[in-house]
């Protein structure tokens, strides 16, 4: 398995990021967040994630920044679970929400049930997406 995190995978468009505000989809794991959106067809790589952690409950950089790279971390240590789920390629912004500072060790386990909460979601939606009219 390759556990890197190289610059293609970086959500860094803004008009990707805008739409994935306007109509991306959202699923919670206290205190994570992950919203996300299909990509389409004429995306390059399976995944394409950003982080972000709020200003509004961490003034410090150095604190958002901490979290940020350890949102990262957990991303690149357990994207494999997503990449072996799922179909069609996604742009995900991962989430800290919280003013509360957890530790890594429990960040990584809510960072697991929020990938295991979202492949349920999409395996639902696709479920549907399959299932005859009648």
Not at 53 to 80: G, I, M, P
């Given at each position: 398995m390759n556990f890197t995190y190289p610059k293609n995978e970086r959500l860094k468009s803004k008009t990707t990021i805008g739409l994935l505000f306007s109509?991306?989809?959202?699923?919670?794991?206290?205190?994570?967040?992950?919203?996300?959106?299909?990509?389409?067809?004429?995306?390059?790589?399976?995944?394409?994630?950003?982080?972000?952690?709020?200003?509004?409950?961490?003034?410090?950089?150095?604190?958002?920044?901490?979290?940020?790279?350890?949102?990262?971390?957990?991303?690149?240590?357990?994207?494999?679970?997503l990449l072996e789920n799922i179909q069609e390629p996604y742009s995900l912004m991962f989430f800290y929400q919280t003013k509360d500072k957890l530790s890594y060790e429990e960040i990584n386990k809510k960072t697991v049930q929020l990938f295991e909460k979202f492949l349920q979601q999409i395996n639902k939606i696709q479920d549907l997406d399959k299932k005859p009219e009648l």
């Open positions: 109509e991306g989809k959202s699923v919670s794991k206290y205190p994570l967040r992950l919203v996300y959106r299909e990509a389409g067809e004429n995306s390059e790589e399976k995944i394409k994630i950003g982080v972000s952690v709020s200003k509004k409950y961490f003034k410090k950089a150095v604190d958002r920044n901490y979290f940020k790279r350890v949102l990262r971390e957990t991303y690149r240590l357990n994207k494999h679970l």
